[in-house]
């Protein structure tokens, strides 16, 4: 599958940005999805993740109040907005769709089905 991700950047600390990810031809109802970050050197971390109608969603402490993980399945989309950025989130950006019914909270990278390929997000000071 060719995973589409879309809406990275470069930006100044307390700007927005919202991400974009498509998985072409998925039935999206039965995948939990997810956004994961990495900064090189580090482990790739789970940033939020949202059930696969909508109901619950879940975010990192260090992101929570400032993004919003959001779907729509009619277009297999994922999203997630970023709102008041910060330096600290810079990092490059990965989309997944979990396997069905592995849905847990914090998300691991073990429950990936499918991954995007990755975008920048950068945030100057």
């Known amino acids: 599958m060719q995973v589409v991700q879309s809406g990275g950047g470069l930006v100044q600390a307390g700007e927005s940005l919202k991400l974009s990810c498509t998985f072409p031809?998925?039935?999206?109802?039965?995948?939990?999805m997810g956004w994961f970050r990495q900064i090189p050197g580090k482990l790739r971390e789970g940033v939020a993740s949202?059930?696969?109608?909508?109901?619950?969603?879940y975010y990192a402490d260090a992101v929570k109040g400032r993004f919003g993980i959001s779907r729509d399945n009619s277009k297999a989309t994922l999203y997630l907005q970023m709102n008041a950025l910060k330096p600290e989130d810079t990092a490059r950006y990965y989309c997944?769709?979990?396997?069905?019914?592995?849905?847990?909270?914090?998300?691991?990278?073990?429950?990936?089905?499918?991954w995007g390929q990755g975008i920048q997000v950068t945030v100057s000071s």
């Open positions: 031809g998925l039935r999206a109802d039965v995948f939990p």
């Open positions: 997944a769709a979990l396997k069905p019914g592995s849905f847990d909270w914090p998300i691991s990278t073990g429950a990936v089905q499918f």
């Open positions: 949202i059930t696969p109608t909508s109901e619950y969603s």
